[in-house]
């Protein structure tokens, strides 16, 4: 994947497809935009015109909680028209492709396609397709990348800690099948973090993930020990071919993030988690919920970081 279909030949946003190799200081644009958007959700009148008259359509080909209300709650607080398209219930049951239904909803004047599909290019696939000036936003893709995550992730890091540079970072879990995982690495590096780590079992974080630039752990207690941001991630049980790991008990006594654990790292760590989450999982209960955790935090900013990433599309 090039990244000029994302970018165009003055440097503007055209398509948010990934975030390997935004520019760094592209992704701080869209962080301080975010950042101006912060208090709209404080307002009575939770309004801005930026995107008045225009057209969202929300495509979610997979399951999600967080991501599609946030993009909704984004889009009409910019004023757009939102439209969320049953996918289960679409003509795409009576063997329409997936570009022709695309057609027919850029026929149908859409400005932005908001896509989550479990193909990793079918985002591409669209963006490539549509014509000019239609604007195209991944919202999710396979275990390629989630690159509005990533960057609401790189938001909640910055609003806690402030410089990237000194920053050590862990990433647990299931990181093999992981677009976040990927999304994240990719957005820490444009801003300069030095140390990523990531730990889990060896089925689901192989040596080969040092390729990314990142130190790999099969022992999560020395991964831990020391870092400023803990993140946390579920099993991403509907990717694997086969079982990858015993059994959920299992994982969670090796590898999951209980309060012992969570000593080992900053006495002032934060602990995030893109969600869904799974207590007694990857994260214990009281973690979950602990004075260090910053999961529903991150929820919030969401929606400040996707109402940055529409209004630069559209501009
Ligand atoms: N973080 C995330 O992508 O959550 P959803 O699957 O609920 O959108």
Redesign the pocket.
Known sequence: MTDDIQINGGGKLRHLLTLENLPGELVTEILDRAQTFLSVGDRKTKKLPLLRGRSVFNLFF?????????FEIAAKRLSADVVNLNIATSSQSKGESLLDMIDNLVAMQADMFVV?HAQSDAAYMIAKHVPKGIHVIN??AGSHS?PT?GLLDAFTIRHFKKDFSRLKIVIIGDILHSR?ARSQIHVLKALGVNEIRVAGPETLVPETLSDMGVSVYNDVDSAIKGVDVVTTLRLQNERMKASLVPSAQEFYEKYGLTKERLALAHSDAIVMH???INRGVEIASNVADGPQAVILR?VTF?IAVRMAVMSLLHE
């Open positions: 997979e399951n999600s909680t967080r991501t599609r209300t946030t989550r919202a999710g989630h995550q976040v893109p969600g869904p991150q969401g």
